[in-house]
């Protein structure tokens, strides 16, 4: 896997630094018609940075300071080095892929609700391109990107850039030599591998809860449709924010649970975060 990294949270720091305005005109939507050149090339018909697509354009204050943060600890840098890494250790893996970080603003975005973001960056069309072989460039986008997820409900830690990417480039990985998942019981798979050799944390339970989750889980592994596996994945709590019913889980059960199972299957997991 040849990973390119290109840096992403200077562009976005220079949109953030045009004032956002006052509605309803937004002084002229100075920001916004910025943004839309920034990723756009509308002369030759195609999206430079896709990945952009996925911030949001006004964000407020909290965005600034959350960029600002991952600028003062060289955000960019530690993604580059983690993209590097993540490139010789996927040697084996075939295609091109353009890598970046973008801040997705779940806090205060509006319409960006967290568990609806979570499941389109695991699970979503990026997947269906997945597969034996690498996938092919569109025809808006001529490049294959993978995207290095920052959350603006989460505060800014070189461990958080480093998990971005690698889980990026290792679900890519996953992708390439199993296929795309299908059911709950695949996407558990998938996400407890990806997690483990990206050397994540969390999420997290204990013992009891671990055993309460896995047994809650049994009735519906085989399900493939996208509201049980969210409600599954992700717990009551999140799944509340979405209106789905609660099925007595703790919030992140079925990835807290994905996770502790890759870590007692025999995977390599990466050098320790410094």
């Known amino acids: ?31 916004f018609n910025q943004y839309l050149r920034t990723i756009f090339d509308y002369n030759r018909k195609v999206v430079k940075l896709p990945l952009l697509l996925a911030m949001n354009p006004m964000g407020k204050d909290h965005v600034t300071a959350l960029l600002d943060a991952y600028l003062a600890m ?6 580059a080095r983690a993209a590097a890494d993540a490139s010789a250790r996927l040697a084996d893996v075939p295609g091109d892929f353009k890598v970046g970080l973008v801040v997705v603003d779940d806090l205060m975005g509006g319409g960006s609700n967290r568990y609806d973001c979570e499941f389109f960056f695991r699970f979503g069309p990026n997947q269906l391109r997945g ?64 997690m483990a050799l990206s050397g994540c944390s969390g999420p997290t339970l204990d013992a009891e809860d671990i055993a309460y989750t896995r047994e809650a889980l049994i009735p519906y592994l085989d399900a493939e449709d996208m ?28 990835l807290a649970l994905a996770l502790h199972d890759a870590h007692l299957r025999p995977v390599t997991q990466p050098t320790g975060i410094k």
């Open 1 to 31: 896997m040849n990973l390119d990294y290109v840096p992403l949270l200077r562009v976005m720091r220079e949109l953030h630094s045009i004032p956002r305005g006052q509605p309803p005109d937004f002084n002229g939507k100075r920001r």
């Open 74 to 79: 060289d955000g960019d840098g530690i993604g």
């Open 131 to 194: 597969g034996s072989t690498p996938p092919k460039p569109s025809r808006w986008i001529k490049e294959f990107w993978l995207a290095g997820v920052l959350w603006s409900s989460e505060a800014a830690t070189k461990r958080t850039v480093r998990e971005a990417i690698l889980t990026a480039a290792h679900r890519q990985a996953y992708l390439h030599r199993h296929g795309p998942a299908r059911t709950l019981r695949d996407l558990l798979a998938q996400e407890g591998q990806v």
């Open 227 to 254: 509201r049980t596996c969210m409600e599954c994945l992700f717990g009551d709590e999140p799944g509340r924010t979405l209106g789905f019913t609660p099925r007595g889980l703790s919030p992140w059960a079925g």
